[in-house]
């Protein structure tokens, strides 16, 4: 039982430091950690599709979508319909 408890206390330290780590960023930028890895995506893409910009991050396409509408309302993006 005792590596079940240290698996358990080492994946909370993990988490607790993605947290404070988020936190961090959100105080510094302004943005999430989703929005900067989005924001990062799209500098490196160019202007990719919100199903390629979820597969890059990792995320659900329900999840992408809000991401970007938060963006889009903070002015940093601009959604705009494909052509094809």
Same mark, same amino acid.
């Given at each position: 039982?005792?590596d079940?408890?240290?698996?358990?206390?080492? +994946?909370r330290?993990?988490? *607790?430091?993605?947290? /404070?780590h988020?936190? *961090?960023?959100?105080?510094?930028s302004?943005?999430? @950690?989703?929005? +900067?890895?989005v924001m990062q995506?799209?500098?490196k893409?160019?202007?990719?599709?919100?199903?390629?910009?979820a597969?890059?991050? @990792?995320?659900?396409?329900?999840?992408?979508?809000?991401?970007?509408? *938060?963006?889009e +309302?903070?002015? /940093?993006? *601009?959604r705009?319909?494909?052509?094809?």
């Open positions: 039982m005792k079940y408890d240290d698996i358990l206390i080492s +994946l330290r993990i988490m *607790r430091a993605a947290d /404070l988020s936190q *961090r960023l959100m105080k510094d302004g943005l999430t @950690a989703p929005q +900067l890895l995506a799209i500098e893409e160019g202007n990719p599709p919100t199903s390629a910009l597969r890059h991050i @990792a995320v659900s396409q329900a999840t992408m979508t809000r991401i970007v509408d *938060r963006l +309302l903070a002015g /940093l993006v *601009r705009e319909k494909s052509q094809t």
